[in-house]
């Protein structure tokens, strides 16, 4: 017969594992995820204080960022709700003799599985339209030039479909009832799409943060030159330039939230 209260020291090594799972799949990350959100709420005030003050300046890209801010506020949200959800198994009264794993896993499942859904929808937009911001940065500093427009919407297209193909075969197991045709599809092949997916996303921000770079580099290079046709080489008085070219770019990010991204989901109980 058991004792009322008395706990395993089998379940209690679960419990452990599990917390210890819980912590690096979920606190850590939203840890880290709460402080990068807060410095994205800060640049996203400055924007919109320039934005005030210079209503001409990119309407339609400023409505595109607010957008994209309210998607990241809704994803960390949901991270932080699944949170709060996981550590629930861990209050004082899942410790009797009733509680199990399974039953513990299963109604987790039940809570998580529609939030893990939307968020991962969610993420994915945030990602195919984060490619729109880094390449019109390109096409207007290029001087809209014809031959990047129809790149960068080549690549955005085939970003998008790909983006959706992982939304389909992918996200939807996250839910509670998911598709039939969805459960038999290979892992190998969802994988696949997920990295050629990203890799459409690391492409766009790799080849604008290039063809920016460049431009920098070109008129740098042709200031030089004006300065020195005008003050010449004399070494007693050569003046500082100072070029600061900001440029986002978020391929290690990107790598870094993938792991991550897999990480969660190797780490969410199913």
Not at 226 to 238: E, M, P, Q, T, W
Request: charged share 15%.
């Amino acid at each position: 017969m058991t004792t009322p209260g008395f706990v395993s020291k089998e379940r209690l090594l679960e419990i452990g594992e599990d917390f210890a799972a819980t912590v690096n799949g979920r606190i850590f990350p939203v840890f880290v995820e709460t402080i990068l959100y807060t410095l994205y709420s800060v640049l996203i005030v400055i924007h919109f204080i320039k934005h005030r003050n210079n209503p001409r300046h990119a309407p339609g890209i400023f409505a595109l960022s607010v957008w994209l801010y309210l998607l990241c506020t809704a994803c960390w949200a949901l991270d932080f709700s699944m949170m709060c959800t996981d550590l629930y198994r861990y209050l004082p009264e899942t410790l009797s003799s009733d509680a199990t794993m399974a039953s513990d896993n299963e109604e987790v499942v039940n809570l998580n599985s529609t939030r893990i859904f939307v968020h991962d929808i969610f993420a994915g937009t945030v990602f195919v339209f984060c490619d729109v911001i880094a390449l019109w940065r390109a096409y207007v500093i290029y001087g809209r030039p014809r031959w990047l427009a129809i790149c960068s919407t080549c690549l955005f297209s085939l970003s998008l479909v790909l983006y959706a193909l992982v939304g389909i075969f992918d996200i939807t197991q996250n839910l509670r009832d998911a598709p039939a045709f969805v459960l038999d599809v290979h892992s190998t092949v969802i994988a696949a799409l997920a990295f050629s997916a990203l890799s459409t996303t690391m492409v766009a921000h790799c080849a604008s943060t290039a063809l920016i770079a460049r431009k920098a580099w070109v008129h740098r290079r042709r200031l030089r030159c004006l300065i020195n046709a005008r003050v010449g080489n004399s070494k007693d008085y050569k003046p500082m330039i100072v070029l600061s070219t900001v440029i986002e770019s978020a391929s290690t990010a990107i790598n870094e939230d993938y792991f991550g991204w897999s990480r969660s989901r190797a780490c969410t109980p199913l």
